[in-house]
């Protein structure tokens, strides 16, 4: 149970299972898969809102873009994710495919392909008209499973402030430097793993900004010591070395707002201290 907990900590992240006897492989909407020794049965039960379309296939409903009808009698009708896999759905368990899928559909049609409007969309970005209200958290990041992951967490754990991500950086400064500073997000985060130059640009911009040097900074780079030397050269508030993977990832931010959001002394925290206690 240690190693399957964890892998079933976050089922939203996974796209479907594939049962092969005594064992089960978690498929994540990342790419990435895990090998668990459970049959998917035990699984099928650990994941109630999941749904069994063949014996050997276990499918999140978030991912499906269409059902396709059998196209003869006694046929097996087909699946289709939106990540492109097609699974056979079979005879005994059509009827509770479709049932499971009604609210998701518009009514299947006698051609046979039904898509999925209300599947899996990432996050949007914010655009650069945004503007960020008061207490909220910023992520600047490329890797949308992760950052749904850790919006999540925040939502539930933070819930006093926003989240909001954005896969660019560049325009940041501008649309900073363009509002109030009640409206400066009270964390920013730059991962620099993938869009390296583009982040650490961005972090000297806003460091040399007068006003917006003052804003919390954490800056996460792959292992690499120049990467490291680079970020503080650059004035980053934090540079944190992090490997690749979503849990790790969602992780480290949960231990990064800790830090940050109850430890440390923001600028205007005090100031909003004082307020809340006049009231």
Known sequence: MSVIKPALQYPELITHLSGANNYCWLHFRNGEKKLLAKPISYLECELP???RAHKTVLINPEYVKSLHQPPRQKMAGEIQLNNGLSFPVSRRRWNQVVDALAYRISPISSKGAVDYP????????PTPEVTIPEKSILLVSDDEASALLVGQMI???WPGYRFHTTNQANHLPDLLAGV????YPALLILDARTTTLERLHTLQRLKQHPQLCRLPIILLVSPTDSLVTDGYRRQANSVISLQDGYITFSQTIERVCQFWLLTAALPGAAKTAAVDEVR
């Open 118 to 125: 209300g599947s899996t969309v990432p996050p949007k970005a």
């Open 155 to 157: 939502d539930k754990k």
């Open 180 to 183: 109030s500073e009640e409206e």
């Open 49 to 51: 809102g999941f749904i």
